[in-house]
C-alpha cells in the first residue's frame, strides 16, 4: 500500500509538497538539512530530538517544525512512527501568509522555544484526520488539487499553532515556578531591538548591567543555548526571510545587518546555516514578496 505522495513543481522539477508515514526513526537518525520545510507529527514515541545547537527530551504525541535548512535529527530506538509533511515556500511562505496562518515564531523559527510541542488526544486526531486528507487528496489527479492541498495545510498550520499558543501560559507558569529572571524578557527584547547593529554577547550584557558570563550562564540554563547562538540564529532569520522574499544583492543584506563585509557576512551565513546565502537563493527562491506587487 502506498504510503508516500510526492507533488513536484511543473516549473523546476523541484519538490513542492510531500507526505508520507514513518514506523521508525531510519530516516531522520542522521542529520538532515532541507531546502523545505519539515513537520513531524509523531503519534507515539520518545527519544531525544537534537536541532540547531540543542539537544532535547520528547515524549509523543508532540509535532516537530523545521523551517529549510535547520538541521536536525531524531534518536528514538523504539516505537517511533507518525507521519511527515514536507512543503518548500514555494508552494506556501510562511511569511508571505503570515497574517492568515501566524505560524512563524510559534512553530517555525522559534529562538527561544524547542522547536516541538506535545499535543493533546483531540489535537493529535485533527491533524491526523487533516494529514489523511492530504493523501486522499493526492492520490488522484483532480480539478483544484493544488488549491485543496493549500487549504488543507493552511487549516493544519492554523490547528498547530493554535494548540501550541494556547500552551504558552501553563510553559510560563513553569518557567515562573523555576524563577526565571526578569533579565531574560529584557534580553528578548533588546535583541529584538539590536541585532541588526549589535552582533556580540558583551554588548547585550552592557545593554542589561550585567557581566557576560553570568548573562551567559542564565541564557544557557533556561534556552537551552549560548548567548551568541541566540543571537546568531535572530540574524540568520532574517537573513534567510530577505533572501527569499527580496531581490536585494547579498551586499546590501548584509549592511542592513550590520555585517560590512559582504564576504564575513556569507561565511557567518554558511557556518549557521550550513549553506552559503547564494545557494539558498537557488534552492529555496527569491523576490517572492516582490511578485506581490
Same mark, same amino acid.
Given at each position: ?5 510526492? /507533488?513536484?513543481? $511543473? ?27 519539515? *513537520?513531524?507529527?509523531? *503519534? ?15 515524549t ?16 528514538? +530506538? ?10 518548500? $515556500? ?23 522555544? $524547542? +522547536? ?8 493529535l ?16 489527479? =483532480?480539478?483544484?488539487?493544488?488549491? *485543496? ?12 499553532s ?38 556580540? $554577547? ?9 557581566? +557576560? ?15 551568541t547562538?541566540?543571537?546568531?540564529? @535572530? ?5 534567510? @526571510?530577505?533572501?527569499? /522574499? ?15 563585509? =559582504?564576504?564575513?557576512?556569507? @561565511? ?7 549553506v552559503? +546565502?547564494?545557494?539558498?537563493r ?12
Open positions: 500500500m502506498q504510503s508516500t505522495f510526492t /507533488l513536484v513543481n $511543473p516549473q523546476n522539477g523541484n519538490l513542492a509538497f510531500k507526505i508520507f508515514s514513518f514506523a521508525d526513526n531510519s530516516i531522520f537518525d542522521h542529520l538532515q538539512r532541507m531546502n523545505y520545510y519539515t *513537520m513531524l507529527l509523531v *503519534m507515539e514515541g520518545e527519544g531525544k530530538l537534537k536541532a540547531d545547537f540543542s539537544e532535547y527530551a520528547f509523543g504525541p508532540a509535532l516537530m517544525c523545521f523551517a529549510p535548512y535547520q538541521p536536525f535529527l531524531v534518536n528514538a +530506538p523504539v516505537n517511533f512512527k507518525g507521519m511527515a509533511i514536507n512543503f518548500h $515556500p514555494d508552494f506556501f511562505c510562511i511569511h508571505k501568509h503570515h497574517k492568515q496562518v501566524a505560524c512563524n515564531g510559534v512553530l517555525f523559527n522559534t529562538i527561544y522555544k $524547542p +522547536p516541538f510541542g506535545p499535543l493533546q488526544q483531540d489535537i486526531l485533527q491533524l491526523l484526520q487533516l494529514a489523511e486528507q492530504m493523501k486522499t487528496e493526492m492520490q488522484h489527479v =483532480e480539478m483544484a488539487q493544488y488549491e *485543496m492541498l493549500l487549504s488543507l495545510l493552511k487549516i493544519f498550520l492554523i490547528t498547530a493554535r494548540s501550541k499558543t494556547r500552551q504558552l501560559p501553563a510553559e510560563q507558569q513553569i518557567l515562573l515556578q523555576q524563577k526565571e529572571p526578569p533579565v531574560l524578557q529584557q534580553l528578548k527584547d533588546a535583541i529584538e531591538t539590536h541585532y541588526r547593529k549589535k552582533h556580540a $554577547p558583551k554588548e547585550y550584557a552592557s545593554l542589561l548591567n550585567i557581566t +557576560p558570563k553570568a548573562l551567559g550562564k542564565i541564557t544557557k540554563i533556561f534556552f537551552n543555548k549560548t548567548l547562538h541566540l543571537i546568531a540564529e @535572530r540574524i540568520i532569520i532574517e537573513a534567510k @526571510r530577505e533572501l527569499y /522574499l527580496s531581490s536585494k544583492p547579498v551586499k546590501t543584506i548584509a549592511w542592513e545587518l550590520g555585517f560590512d563585509d =559582504e564576504f564575513y557576512f556569507s @561565511r557567518f551565513f554558511k557556518t549557521n546555516a550550513d552559503s +546565502p547564494q545557494l539558498y537557488h534552492t529555496v527562491g527569491f523576490a517572492r514578496g516582490e511578485e506581490l506587487n
